[in-house]
């Protein structure tokens, strides 16, 4: 495995109309998120016994295509598992995540390969590498809004090689179909895992068979949920020191999220 561990950018609540909202920016993808919830649904949209879950995705330029259906219809069936929709029957939680910049390179000029899904050039072959981000900002922008959540997730993005290797987090020179070097990309996969460690979402492009599939699937939850994961090892083991911990993409977003409430609550602290 080749883990990136590239920087994350979160600003939570940028806008102020919203419930909760988010500008989340990962391997050169930068999405807005807002999250409004819950409030009142039209009644042909009505569900009885839940909530109804609103997804929209809008692309940085242009109207939005047939992979925009593709990502809105993931994250939404993600989001149902995630938000107790059940606890807000006959209303409506709205989620718009806005594609503002994606890692497209002008010095490339026309070597840029369009986007199916009407992205622009960008250099990669594969559509599923912009969904990990509108994944996470999704997820970030419930937070932001305080709807109530069974789970948390985080999402990551992995490539199979030629030469039988596995990259976790690949930046997007790696995504194109011919490596530098000679290798090439055989497959691509998208998966998320719960706070929980279960796994959410898998979504995967190109051919490859169920050994590489497990091999992307043991490396991508380690690289998401490693700080959990060591911690269970040093149980059952007792030969790791208390402070050799990995530290997950899980953690990463989590001390993003507290960073951000510990400046909220900072207030309370000059009244002590």
Not at 83 to 96: A, Y
Request: hydrophobic share 40%; with cysteine.
């Amino acid at each position: 495995m080749i883990p990136t561990f590239a920087a994350s950018h979160v600003q939570l609540s940028p806008l102020n109309r919203a419930d909760g909202s988010v500008t989340y920016t990962h391997q050169g993808y930068t999405i807005v998120g807002a999250a409004n919830g819950p409030i009142e649904v039209q009644r042909r949209d009505e569900l009885p016994e839940e909530a109804t879950v609103d997804v929209t995705v809008r692309p940085a330029t242009g109207v939005g295509g047939v992979g925009e259906r593709h990502f809105e219809a993931i994250i939404h069936a993600t989001l149902r598992h995630v938000i107790l929709v059940h606890n807000f029957p006959r209303s409506l939680i709205q989620v718009v995540l806005q594609v503002v910049q994606t890692p497209g390179d002008a010095s490339h000029g026309d070597k840029g390969i369009l986007s199916p899904t009407g992205y622009g050039h960008v250099q990669t072959a594969f559509n599923l590498p912009l969904l990990p981000a509108l994944l996470q900002a999704a997820m970030l922008s419930l937070l932001s809004a305080s709807i109530p959540l069974s789970m948390a997730y985080v999402s990551t993005l992995a490539i199979a090689l030629s030469s039988n290797r596995t990259v976790i987090d690949p930046p997007p020179s790696m995504l194109v179909k011919q490596q530098a070097d000679g290798e090439e990309v055989i497959s691509v996969h998208v998966l998320a895992f719960s706070s929980h460690g279960d796994l959410l979402v898998a979504e995967s492009e190109g051919e490859f068979d169920l050994d590489v599939w497990e091999e992307v699937h043991d490396e991508a939850k380690v690289f998401c949920c490693s700080s959990r994961d060591s911690s269970k090892h040093d149980e059952e083991e007792m030969d790791i020191d208390d402070g050799e911990k990995e530290e997950g993409l899980e953690d990463k977003l989590r001390g993003a999220v507290g960073m951000h409430v510990r400046r909220e609550l900072g207030w309370k602290e000059g009244e002590r």
